[in-house]
C-alpha cells in the first residue's frame, strides 16, 4: 500500500462536494470536497507500489484542466490511468451540475 501527495497552489474556490466510483476489483473511489486554503490537495492511496511518477503525470494533467480549490481523496485498487482521469472528470463534472 503507497501514499502519494500532490498540492497546486491558486485555485478557484468550489462549492460541492462529489463521490464517484467504487473501491474494488481494478477500479478506484474519487471524494471530492471544497478547500479553504485556494489550492488542490490530492491525497492518493493506492494497492499498486513503484507508479508515483505515473500517478503525478496523470494528476498533473487533470490539474491543468480543472481550477478549482479542492481535496482529492482517492482511494485506488489498480485501476489504470485512463480509469484514473476519468473518475476525477466524473467527480469534477459532478461538481459543475
Known amino acids: 500500500m503507497e501514499q502519494l501527495a500532490f498540492d497546486y497552489p491558486d485555485r478557484e474556490p468550489i462549492q460541492r462536494r462529489a463521490h464517484v466510483g467504487v473501491v474494488g476489483s481494478g477500479d478506484l473511489e ?27 503525470n496523470v494528476v498533473d494533467r487533470f490539474a491543468s484542466r480543472f481550477t478549482g480549490a479542492a481535496r482529492i481523496e482517492i482511494n485506488d485498487f489498480g485501476a489504470t490511468p485512463g480509469t484514473v482521469m476519468l473518475r476525477l472528470e466524473q467527480a469534477a463534472e459532478k461538481i459543475r451540475a
Open 30 to 56: 474519487v471524494l471530492l470536497e471544497p478547500s479553504t486554503d485556494r489550492a488542490l490537495h490530492v491525497r492518493i492511496r493506492t494497492s499498486v507500489d513503484g507508479y508515483e511518477k505515473v500517478w503525478k
